[in-house]
């Protein structure tokens, strides 16, 4: 079992930037892969980043490409979420959550997953 704690986020004006980090409770396998997510209000959670452990691939969704980036720290078991150049339209509650890596590496289901954190950009 891993549990996951979220920190930093917040209330930012657009243009903006916020760093989530995410916390694990125990050191994870290098094969392990931390995603990060989204869900604005009446909307599905949606996958924004994702990292494996060893560091040597990482995704993002094509709302978050050119402004967001993902890195992890092993020696910290922490995984970060860098947000520049932030929208109204990011707006949502991030989770962090975490899974064992699987052909289409960073796809759903994650099994573990952090309480969320708030962001919000006002315009």
């Known amino acids: 079992q891993v549990q996951l704690v979220e920190s930093g986020g917040g209330l930012v004006q657009a243009g903006g930037s916020l760093r989530l980090s995410c916390t694990a409770s125990?050191?994870?396998?290098?094969?392990?892969?931390m995603g990060w997510f989204r869900q604005a209000p009446g909307k599905e959670r949606d996958l924004v980043a994702a990292?494996?452990?060893?560091?040597?691939?990482?995704y993002y969704a094509d709302s978050a490409k050119g402004r967001f980036t993902v890195s992890r720290d092993i020696a910290k078991n922490t995984a970060y979420l860098q947000m520049n150049s932030l929208k109204p339209e990011d707006t949502a509650v991030y989770y962090c959550?975490?899974?064992?890596?699987?052909?289409?590496?960073?796809?759903?289901?994650?099994?573990?997953w952090g309480q969320g954190t708030q962001v919000t950009v006002s315009s």
């Open positions: 990292i494996t452990w060893s560091g040597d691939r990482t």
């Open positions: 959550a975490g899974k064992s890596w699987t052909i289409g590496w960073y796809a759903p289901p994650y099994d573990y």
């Open positions: 125990r050191r994870t396998s290098s094969n392990y892969v």
